[in-house]
Antibody
Framework: QVQLQESGPGLVKPSETLSLTCTVSGGSVSSGSYYWSWIRQPPGKGLEWIGYIYYSGSTNYNPSLKSRVTISVDTSKNQFSLKLSSVTAADTAVYYC????????????WGQGTLVTVSS | QSVLTQPPSASGTPGQRVTISCSGSSSNIGSNYVYWYQQLPGTAPKLLIYRNNQRPSGVPDRFSGSKSGTSASLAISGLRSEDEADYYCAAWDDSLSGHAVFGGGTQLTVL
């Protein structure tokens, strides 16, 4: 069973870049078995899909965030990462990493989530 | 404002059957599978229903999903106190190279 763990700064200043990493165990980011996603949830609000990456390096991003998002994979560390640039207070959220078995599948496994606050 | 529309709240008494609706459009629910997630307080969401009506291993058969046209429903029978949670529907949307969309969530209260 795949296990996921998010890590990264809990506080980011406005206009800077948010960077998070998801460490994978029980599976390999370099296999073709999964798609690796990021999803966020502002405090007290609903879920928003950010995007995914496949082992080949192909990505798919939420159109509303596409201009600011980069998702990448580090096969040597069995991790995948999220970078969100030019953040504002509206980007304050719990960020989850998750997996999909299929390109348009459900999110089968989730990390516990990490709260990122955007504030000066 | 979420792409998929859910009622913000629902409630029921123990043992009762409750349903939660999810409304979308031809580009998402109308042409793709629907997924349902359960989020217990303070925890990450958990996949509850996939491909409209399939349950992952370990999910009780009290939970069932259905889809018709551009709408879907989650039904919970034999309601239990531990079912008190937020429930989200989701689907992939065919517009703009395909992306995942969620409902705004329904907070279920067990009275």
């Amino acid at each position: 069973q795949v296990q996921l763990q998010e890590s990264g700064p809990g506080l980011v200043k406005p206009s800077e870049t948010l960077s998070l990493t998801c460490t994978v165990s029980g599976g390999s980011v370099s296999s073709g078995s999964y798609y690796w996603s990021w999803i966020r949830q502002p405090p007290g609000k609903g879920l928003e899909w950010i995007g995914y990456i496949y082992y080949s390096g192909s990505t798919n991003y939420n159109p509303s965030l596409k201009s600011r998002v980069t998702i990448s994979v580090d096969t040597s560390k069995n991790q995948f990462s999220l970078k969100l640039s030019s953040v504002t207070a509206a980007d304050t959220a719990v960020y989850y990493c998750a997996t999909q078995l299929e390109r348009r599948g459900g999110f089968d496994y989730w990390g516990q989530g990490t709260l990122v606050t955007v504030s000066s | 404002q979420s792409v998929l529309t859910q009622p913000p709240s629902a409630s029921g008494t123990p043992g009762q059957r409750v349903t939660i609706s999810c409304s979308g459009s031809s580009s998402n629910i109308g042409s793709n599978y629907v997924y349902w997630y359960q989020q217990l307080p303070g925890t990450a969401p958990k996949l509850l229903i996939y491909r409209n009506n399939q349950r992952p291993s370990g999910v009780p058969d009290r939970f069932s999903g259905s889809k018709s046209g551009t709408s879907a429903s989650l039904a919970i029978s034999g309601l239990r106190s531990e079912d008190e949670a937020d429930y989200y529907c989701a689907a992939w949307d065919d517009s703009l190279s395909g992306h995942a969309v969620f409902g705004g969530g329904t907070q279920l209260t067990v009275l």
